[in-house]
């Protein structure tokens, strides 16, 4: 099976910064697309940023100049770097792989359960 392990969440001023990491592990042959995904409270879960295994990257209109994904390929690690961040980008954060197993050689979709970033004075 694969887990993703999901850290660096929490409570953060307006114009405060926090670093999300997201980790995989278990069954991974190879690990493609990474991503970041966020639900705010009401409102439905929308794409925030990804990142190929060619690293090329995706944003979201809302956090294109503040926010910056990146990844480890040799950790099987995603990050995202939140600068800026405003009381609208309070949301639980997702992370979220495509891969293949090495037990089966098929794609598969993961998620992870979630951080929750709240911003607020």
């Known amino acids: 099976q694969v887990q993703l392990v999901e850290s660096g969440g929490g409570l953060v001023q307006p114009g405060g910064s926090l670093r999300l990491s997201c980790a995989a592990s278990?069954?991974?042959?190879?690990?493609?697309?990474m991503g970041w995904y966020r639900q705010a409270p009401g409102k439905q879960r929308e794409l925030v940023a990804t990142?190929?295994?060619?690293?090329?990257?995706n944003y979201a209109d809302s956090v294109k100049g503040r926010f910056t994904i990146s990844r480890d390929n040799a950790k099987n690690t995603v990050y995202l770097q939140m600068n800026s961040l405003k009381p609208e980008d309070t949301a639980v954060y997702y992370c979220?792989?495509?891969?293949?197993?090495?037990?089966?050689?098929?794609?598969?979709?993961?998620w992870g359960k979630g951080t929750l970033v709240t911003v607020s004075s």
């Open positions: 979220n792989v495509d891969l293949m197993r090495y037990t089966d050689f098929e794609m598969a979709d993961y």
């Open positions: 278990g069954s991974i042959y190879t690990i493609y697309t």
């Open positions: 990142i190929t295994s060619t690293d090329k990257t």
